[in-house]
Nanobody, 115 residues
Framework: QVQFVERGGGLVQAGGSLRLSCAVSGRAFSNYAMAWYRQAPGKQRELVASITLVSITNYADSVKGRFTISRDNAKNTVYLQMNSLKPEDTAVYYC?????????WGQGTQVTVSS
Protein backbone atom coordinates (compact mmCIF):
# COMPACT_ATOMS: atom_id res chain seq x y z
CA GLN A 1 0.00 0.00 0.00
CA VAL A 2 1.37 3.38 -1.03
CA GLN A 3 1.32 6.22 1.49
CA PHE A 4 2.10 9.91 1.07
CA VAL A 5 2.96 12.19 3.99
CA GLU A 6 3.09 15.86 3.07
CA ARG A 7 4.74 18.42 5.33
CA GLY A 8 5.95 22.00 5.31
CA GLY A 9 2.82 24.06 4.86
CA GLY A 10 1.97 27.10 6.91
CA LEU A 11 0.96 30.74 6.91
CA VAL A 12 3.16 33.12 4.96
CA GLN A 13 2.88 36.66 3.67
CA ALA A 14 2.65 37.38 -0.03
CA GLY A 15 6.11 37.32 -1.57
CA GLY A 16 7.37 34.77 0.93
CA SER A 17 8.61 31.22 0.46
CA LEU A 18 7.84 27.73 1.68
CA ARG A 19 9.36 24.33 1.00
CA LEU A 20 7.05 21.35 1.02
CA SER A 21 8.17 17.76 1.33
CA CYS A 22 6.40 14.50 0.63
CA ALA A 23 7.64 11.20 1.99
CA VAL A 24 6.52 8.21 -0.06
CA SER A 25 6.35 4.69 1.29
CA GLY A 26 5.15 1.36 0.00
CA ARG A 27 6.57 1.25 -3.49
CA ALA A 28 9.74 1.64 -5.49
CA PHE A 29 9.72 5.43 -5.49
CA SER A 30 12.54 5.78 -7.98
CA ASN A 31 10.49 3.94 -10.63
CA TYR A 32 7.69 6.48 -10.81
CA ALA A 33 7.10 10.00 -11.98
CA MET A 34 5.71 12.17 -9.19
CA ALA A 35 3.60 15.28 -8.98
CA TRP A 36 2.32 17.97 -6.66
CA TYR A 37 -1.32 19.00 -6.75
CA ARG A 38 -3.35 21.58 -4.90
CA GLN A 39 -6.98 22.17 -4.04
CA ALA A 40 -8.29 25.58 -3.09
CA PRO A 41 -11.62 26.01 -1.26
CA GLY A 42 -14.51 25.46 -3.62
CA LYS A 43 -12.28 24.43 -6.50
CA GLN A 44 -11.19 21.17 -8.07
CA ARG A 45 -7.81 19.67 -7.38
CA GLU A 46 -5.28 20.82 -9.96
CA LEU A 47 -1.86 19.65 -11.09
CA VAL A 48 0.87 22.07 -10.05
CA ALA A 49 4.13 20.39 -11.04
CA SER A 50 5.50 17.02 -12.09
CA ILE A 51 8.91 15.35 -12.24
CA THR A 52 9.97 12.29 -14.21
CA LEU A 53 12.28 9.46 -13.23
CA VAL A 54 15.23 11.45 -14.59
CA SER A 55 14.08 14.73 -13.06
CA ILE A 56 12.56 16.34 -16.13
CA THR A 57 10.07 18.82 -14.73
CA ASN A 58 6.86 20.44 -15.88
CA TYR A 59 4.79 23.21 -14.29
CA ALA A 60 1.37 24.75 -14.48
CA ASP A 61 1.50 28.18 -16.09
CA SER A 62 0.30 29.77 -12.85
CA VAL A 63 3.42 28.68 -10.94
CA LYS A 64 6.07 28.61 -13.68
CA GLY A 65 9.14 30.56 -12.63
CA ARG A 66 8.12 30.59 -8.97
CA PHE A 67 7.89 26.92 -7.95
CA THR A 68 10.53 24.20 -8.28
CA ILE A 69 9.86 20.48 -7.93
CA SER A 70 12.67 18.09 -7.09
CA ARG A 71 13.17 14.56 -5.85
CA ASP A 72 15.60 12.60 -3.71
CA ASN A 73 15.31 8.94 -4.65
CA ALA A 74 17.58 7.87 -1.80
CA LYS A 75 15.12 9.40 0.68
CA ASN A 76 11.92 8.47 -1.20
CA THR A 77 10.96 12.12 -1.00
CA VAL A 78 9.71 14.75 -3.41
CA TYR A 79 9.94 18.47 -2.70
CA LEU A 80 8.22 21.64 -3.83
CA GLN A 81 10.08 24.91 -3.32
CA MET A 82 7.60 27.77 -3.55
CA ASN A 83 8.86 31.32 -3.94
CA SER A 84 7.14 34.65 -4.54
CA LEU A 85 3.95 33.23 -3.09
CA LYS A 86 0.64 34.90 -3.91
CA PRO A 87 -2.70 34.81 -2.10
CA GLU A 88 -4.08 32.73 -4.98
CA ASP A 89 -1.59 29.99 -4.07
CA THR A 90 -3.60 29.36 -0.90
CA ALA A 91 -4.70 25.71 -0.99
CA VAL A 92 -4.12 22.27 0.45
CA TYR A 93 -1.13 20.75 -1.33
CA TYR A 94 -0.84 17.04 -2.07
CA CYS A 95 1.68 14.79 -3.72
CA UNK A 96 0.87 11.66 -5.71
CA UNK A 97 1.80 9.91 -8.91
CA UNK A 98 1.29 11.74 -12.18
CA UNK A 99 -2.24 11.65 -13.67
CA UNK A 100 -3.17 8.09 -14.57
CA UNK A 101 -0.75 6.68 -12.02
CA UNK A 102 -2.30 7.87 -8.78
CA UNK A 103 -2.89 6.14 -5.49
CA UNK A 104 -4.97 7.00 -2.42
CA TRP A 105 -4.44 10.61 -1.41
CA GLY A 106 -2.64 11.65 1.73
CA GLN A 107 -3.89 14.34 4.09
CA GLY A 108 -2.04 17.11 2.34
CA THR A 109 -0.51 20.21 3.87
CA GLN A 110 -2.24 23.58 4.13
CA VAL A 111 -0.58 26.61 2.58
CA THR A 112 -2.09 29.99 3.37
CA VAL A 113 -0.73 33.16 1.79
CA SER A 114 -1.88 36.44 3.29
CA SER A 115 -1.97 39.66 1.30
Amino acid sequence: QVQFVERGGGLVQAGGSLRLSCAVSGRAFSNYAMAWYRQAPGKQRELVASITLVSITNYADSVKGRFTISRDNAKNTVYLQMNSLKPEDTAVYYCNGVPGWQYDWGQGTQVTVSS
